[in-house]
């Protein structure tokens, strides 16, 4: 037998990016913060590992993250998603450095990019928290409203920024196509301590929390105050229902023709429904694809998806469902259809990505995989269509993009798409080394609707003790013999591979 190789694929990726402020020191901020900010925010380290998506026995190396984080409740400390995402471990630290805790993660919601911290053993780090105050949500902001940064030198000294609300919007600032109400901060921030995230308070209450630094233009993304005061509620008893989703996909409407065939008056807006997810509360509703929609909850919708907030002004309609409800709330929709008026009323849910066709994130989890005599079969996900480079929604292979793109034409295969990612030449592969990135049908003849499911057929070959693997591509087959695919795979375990396989749950 041949020696075996490994996948020769390395992922070279840090979990770390630049933290937020990174301007050059500027004139000395001015404070305009109440009481001690001291006694309302804590440090946060965590060490971060994630899964390798190309290799998924095995997780990229570790790195570190630190930010503040704000006491919004009886020991509780509001951070951004990022800094729980696959987590090693958390902690927390006094603003002195005097007191150190192991924390855990009460509720995080990756969307909105928002996470709620606790006392991993409150009975052994019961003082943790002796002699801070926790701080009340602010009320919401305007357009030219002085917002106070709050970062913390090595040494403790409070440095507190402030900075003017230039703008509000509903942007994505942590996982792509997740749109949250934003505000957009100008202000000089410190270099001298540097920090993931950081809160941002108005009048000394908490009015939201920093995400991101711009040190040219000076420009911070601050998540907003009803974002956070909507999670902070929910997520306080430990059952954090999440924000909720409609579950469409939308197109503008200002082109003249497209009105004219839509038949919409050529002065009025109206918002066009490109597609209506699968099982989502728009379908439950009865929303259909070619629909426009004109109102929601009584808020006009124009040509270009926007509405006028009474506080924010012109803001993004999904807003109205993804800041404004909550998960069981209801939602009117009126539309029209085929030049017909008429209106649904939805029931707005929670949207799980593990239900997903093609999850858009799986963080903390290990990622399912099979191989199989040297054939690696993985299940479809946005980060491994990532991993081909910052390019890869046009580099990736066309036939999982089309997966990714079009979910509707595969849901009825199955809860996830499996396909060959890579193979490992050894002697049951030979000849099938260049194959890469096919979509799997069928072992054995049974239907494979995820990764459990394969695993499964696989335990089952023909009487000829082969196995027969049938790809969409090409409509061809691949024949792998038992004995020998068995006699590679405990070579694998002897050489260092923990297991050869993985289900999702």
Not at 319 to 336: C, E, P, T
Not at 394 to 408: G, H, Q, R, T
Not at 437 to 463: C, E, W, Y
Request: one cysteine or more.
């Amino acid at each position: 037998m041949r020696p075996l190789q490994l996948i020769a694929l390395v992922l070279l990726a840090s979990c770390e990016r630049p933290p937020a402020p990174q301007a050059s020191p500027a004139a000395p901020p001015t404070t305009h913060v109440s009481g001690n900010p001291l006694a309302s925010v804590v440090r946060i380290s965590s060490t971060q590992q994630a899964w390798n998506p190309t290799q998924p026995w095995e997780k990229l190396a570790p790195g570190k993250r630190r930010a503040l984080g704000a006491i919004v409740a009886e020991n509780q400390v509001l951070t951004t998603a990022e800094m729980a995402t696959d987590t090693t471990y958390i902690e927390l630290e006094s603003t002195d450095g005097k007191k150190l805790a192991q924390a855990q993660v009460i509720a995080v919601d990756y969307e909105a990019n928002l996470a709620l911290l606790g006392l991993a053993d409150p009975t052994r780090d019961h003082s943790f928290f002796d002699g801070v105050q926790a701080l009340a949500i602010a009320e919401r902001p305007e357009p030219g409203d002085p917002l106070d940064i709050i970062q913390l030198e090595e040494n403790g000294t409070p440095l507190i920024t402030t900075g003017d609300l230039r703008s509000i919007d509903v942007v994505s600032n942590f996982l792509p196509g997740q749109f949250f109400l934003t505000y957009e901060v100008k202000a000089s921030m410190q270099s001298a301590a540097n920090s993931f995230s950081l809160p941002v308070l108005r009048d000394g209450k908490l009015a939201g929390i920093l995400t991101s630094y711009d040190a040219k233009d000076q420009l911070s993304d601050v998540v907003a105050t009803d974002i956070i005061a909507r999670f902070v509620r929910d997520a306080a008893d430990g059952d954090y229902a999440g924000f909720p989703s409609l579950g469409i996909s939308t197109s503008r409407t200002e082109d003249p023709n497209f009105r004219l065939w839509l038949k919409l008056p050529a002065d009025g807006g109206g918002l066009y429904v490109s597609s209506v997810r699968a099982g989502s509360a728009a379908e439950k509703a009865g929303l259909k694809k070619g629909d426009v929609i004109l109102r929601i909850d009584n808020q006009a919708i124009d040509r270009l998806g926007y509405f006028e907030d009474s506080h924010y002004g012109r803001l993004y309609w999904s807003h109205l469902v993804r800041g404004a409800k909550s998960a069981g709330d209801r939602i009117r929709l009126d539309i029209l259809r085929q030049g017909k008026a008429t209106h649904v009323d939805a029931i707005l849910d929670r949207r799980d990505e593990a239900d997903q066709l093609v999850p858009a994130y799986a963080f903390g989890k290990a990622p399912a995989y099979l191989i199989k005599g040297g054939l690696l079969f993985q299940e479809l996900t946005r980060p491994q269509l990532e991993a081909f480079g910052e390019d890869w929604q046009s580099i990736a292979p066309l036939n999982l993009l089309d997966v990714y793109e079009n979910p509707e034409k595969y849901e009825s295969r199955g809860r996830r798409i499996v396909f060959l990612s890579g193979v490992i030449a050894t002697p049951a592969t030979v000849g099938y080394e260049p194959l890469r990135h096919l979509i799997v049908t069928k072992v054995n003849g049974t239907d494979i609707r995820d990764m459990k499911s394969l695993i499964q057929a696989f335990q089952k070959p023909g009487t000829d003790g082969l196995h027969q693997i049938e790809f969409d591509e090409e409509k061809f087959t691949v024949h792998l013999d038992e004995s020998v695919s068995s006699a590679v795979d405990r070579q694998l375990l002897q050489r260092g591979l923990t297991k050869l396989s993985q289900a999702s749950d």
